[in-house]
């Protein structure tokens, strides 16, 4: 076992290592773990999102239950729709914090969308919601 610190343990994480993986609800996505959940008992999550080409979302709006989220673009780009915001683009070197609640949706994304993703706890549900008014 690893020595921890504070409740966390050092990691690192290289692309040549790791492996992209389809999981959770979304088919169109690809994730590729950091392995920031097992270093701090899931109490935070990080992972490297690529979109799958020729795949894209169902732009379901839904809401998840976690106390952070932050989303950074490294490649590409991703619309998102939010509740009370509106349609936003983001591209390379855009960075969202989306709070926790908030009613959102992805619209559309390039092929080559890739992205961090930064949440806590590391395993959270998502719910279905309604349209915004």
């Known amino acids: 076992m690893n ?10 994480s290289h692309a040549d290592d790791g492996k992209f993986e389809g999981r959770r609800l979304r088919a169109f996505f690809e994730y590729r773990e950091l392995g ?7 109490k935070y999550g990080a992972h490297v999102i690529r979109a799958v080409p020729g795949r894209h979302s169902e732009a379901a709006w839904h809401t998840h ?5 932050m989303v ?11 509740a009370g915001e509106g349609e936003v683009t983001l591209r390379a070197g855009s960075c969202v914090l ?11 994304h390039s092929d080559d969308l ?9 395993e959270f549900e998502t ?5 915004p008014a």
């Open 3 to 12: 020595q921890m610190w504070k409740g966390q343990a050092f990691t690192i």
């Open 36 to 42: 920031i959940a097992g270093a701090t008992q899931g």
């Open 65 to 69: 239950d976690l106390d952070f989220q």
């Open 72 to 82: 950074y673009v490294t490649q590409g780009w991703v619309i998102f729709e939010y």
């Open 98 to 108: 989306q709070p926790p609640g908030i009613r959102h949706r992805e619209v559309t």
């Open 114 to 122: 890739e992205l961090i993703e930064i949440i806590s706890p590391a």
């Open 127 to 131: 719910q279905n919601a309604e349209p």
